[in-house]
Nanobody, 126 residues
Framework: QVQLVESGGGLVQAGGSLRLSCAAS????????MGWFRQAPGKEREVVAA????????YYADSVKGRFTISRDNAKNTVYLQMNSLKPEDTAVYYC???????????????????WGQGTQVTVSS
């Protein structure tokens, strides 16, 4: 069992930056690929970025490429999402999730992930 707790959300103006953190407790953190997802009102939850257990492989949705960076610190059991050049369309609840099936293979569907945090709200004003 893995418990995930997100932090770092808030209100920011367009063009600003935020850094989300997701702290994990439980079993060996490096054994899980990790993902950041988001869900805007009335929309389905979608993948934003993901990182393999070692941190060597990453994935980004086209909508955030070049603006967001995912990283992890396995010594601190934490995964991060650095979000720059934020846009109003980035407004959503952001969730981190852990995939226990594969360590180095990144998956992108919500149903691939086994453990979820409670989410943190990110609001970008225009």
């Amino acid at each position: 069992q893995v418990q995930l707790v997100e932090s770092g959300g808030g209100l920011v103006q367009a063009g600003g930056s935020l850094r989300l953190s997701c702290a994990a407790s439980g079993r060996t953190f490096s054994n899980y690929a990790m993902g950041w997802f988001r869900q805007a009102p009335g929309k389905e939850r979608e993948v934003v970025a993901a990182v393999s257990g070692s941190g060597r492989s990453t994935y980004y949705a086209d909508s955030v490429k070049g603006r967001f960076t995912i990283s992890r610190d396995n010594a601190k059991n934490t995964v991060y999402l650095q979000m720059n050049s934020l846009k109003p369309e980035d407004t959503a609840v952001y969730y981190c999730a852990a995939d226990r099936t594969y360590i180095e293979y990144i998956r992108k569907q919500t149903y691939d992930y086994d453990y979820w945090g409670q989410g943190t709200q990110v609001t970008v004003s225009s």
